[in-house]
């Protein structure tokens, strides 16, 4: 069933880096009558895509480790996170995700595999997640560090076995969305098996 929604108005707070737009709307409620006016926001933010990149000879997967500011407000900055970023206007997700892996891990990806798509925070932000998975038999002794100098991101790579997700997950060593949604993902879909 396709519930009404009114939109009286929508208009920017803030338009910088990221756009946070108010809205005035009414909708339809489950009992069919509409609300009265009411305000809402909107983090107004890019799709982004992301992969979890496993290693079928080490059955290991690959986090990326960097800072993040809005993180560090309220605990340690330093995050685990699968390789990800945004969809860049007119890119196909599996074009940025691939992109993403190369710029964070230098390894290369040509076709990943769509595990779903979600929203992160549906109560605040229009991002949309688009989730991979990818396998490699490349080199894991390449250089520990990636990111690109010109956005000044210093990221460190951790290959991770397979048997110390669940430990990790359960220890709240990883606290990153995404990066939960894909381990879960992974354990419910090869448990202790190698993929």
Known sequence: MNHKVILHS?????????????????YEKFDGSMTSVIRRLNFNRPDTAACLLYHTKESSILLVK???????????????????GVV??????EDTVCREVFE?????????????????????SSERCFLFSAR???????????????EQE??????????????????QEIVDAKTIVAI????????????
């Open 66 to 84: 960097q800072f993040r500011y809005p993180a560090y407000t309220k605990q340690e900055g330093w995050l685990f996170e699968i390789p990800a």
């Open 104 to 124: 964070e891990t230098g390894f290369s990806i040509i076709k990943p595999n769509l595990i779903c798509c979600f929203f992160p925070s549906p109560g605040i």
């Open 10 to 26: 929508v208009h920017p707070l803030l338009d910088d880096y990221f756009r946070v737009d108010e809205a005035k709307l009414s």
């Open 136 to 150: 490699t038999e490349e080199d894991t002794n390449k250089s520990e560090i990636g990111g690109l100098p010109e």
């Open 184 to 195: 879960q993902w992974f354990l419910l879909t090869f448990g202790c098996r190698n993929p």
């Open 154 to 171: 210093d990221i460190k790579k951790e290959w991770i076995h397979h048997n110390n997700l669940s430990s990790m997950l359960s220890n």
């Open 88 to 93: 860049d206007k007119g890119e196909k997700p």
